[in-house]
């Protein structure tokens, strides 16, 4: 049973925009938090952003801060990315994730399959 589906990512220039978008099951999206993770090549996966569903409060790594924007639409049970000023060091696989804590990832229980994102200078 699929947990997690991301969609959304492709390849833009620099400057550019993506949404990025995680489709959750009922019981995954009652998880503590969900976030977004990316690995690039040769470099270990860092969390990007998340947040803790029940409360909202939010993550945000200095990469990306005042730049990216997570945000979660209950109704539909989806996770959102708005990935705005894009630059090419945000090249890299993007996760969706979901588990009682976020972290370094070891508190996820559950990954989704990854979507591509490219940014071109």
């Known amino acids: 049973q699929v947990q997690l589906v991301e969609s959304g990512g492709g390849s833009v220039q620099a400057g550019g925009s993506l949404r990025l978008s995680c489709a959750a099951s009922t019981s995954t999206y009652s998880s503590t938090c969900m976030g977004w993770f990316r690995q690039a090549p040769g470099k270990e996966r860092e969390r990007v952003a998340s947040?803790?569903?029940?409360?909202?409060?939010?993550f945000y790594s200095d990469s990306v801060k005042g730049r990216f924007t997570i945000s979660q639409d209950n109704a539909k049970k989806t996770l959102y990315l708005q990935m705005n000023s894009l630059k090419p060091e945000d090249t890299g696989m993007y996760y969706c994730a979901a588990g009682r804590f976020c972290g370094d990832g070891s508190g996820i229980s559950y990954w989704g399959q990854g979507t591509q994102v490219t940014v071109s200078s």
């Open positions: 947040i803790y569903t029940g409360v909202g409060t939010t």
